[in-house]
């Protein structure tokens, strides 16, 4: 079983930066892409940036030169930094693990956090 935990959100100011955390657990053999969601209320789920194992990176546009992901592969993490902050920021963020597998020729799964909120306020 594989479980993604997150770490890192929390009240933050207007303007002010974040960085969240999400570490994937559990027998890994590898693992295509690790990527953040928000939702807020009343809203759907969105992407807001992806990376594969590649490097390979894709951001929502609403976020783009103010937020960037990072990956480690040896530590199945990934880091969102989050930068100059705004109000519509304000979500549950959700980390995704797409195409885990436990071996190298075994079938993959899709993988969720259980969310961490982000609140941008004054």
């Known amino acids: 079983q594989v479980q993604l935990v997150e770490s890192g959100g929390g009240l933050v100011q207007p303007g002010g930066s974040l960085r969240l955390s999400c570490a994937a657990s559990?027998?890994?053999?590898?693992?295509?892409?690790m990527g953040w969601y928000r939702q807020a209320p009343g809203k759907q789920r969105e992407l807001v940036a992806a990376?594969?194992?590649?490097?390979?990176?894709n951001y929502a546009d609403s976020v783009k030169g103010r937020f960037t992901i990072s990956r480690d592969n040896a530590k199945n993490t990934v880091y969102l930094q989050m930068n100059s902050l705004k109000p519509e920021d304000t979500a549950v963020y959700f980390c995704?693990?797409?195409?885990?597998?436990?071996?190298?020729?075994?079938?993959?799964?899709?993988?969720w956090g259980q969310g961490t909120q982000v609140t941008v306020s004054s």
């Open positions: 995704n693990a797409q195409r885990v597998r436990v071996g190298l020729s075994t079938p993959y799964y899709d993988y």
């Open positions: 559990g027998r890994i053999f590898s693992i295509y892409a």
């Open positions: 990376i594969t194992s590649g490097d390979s990176t």
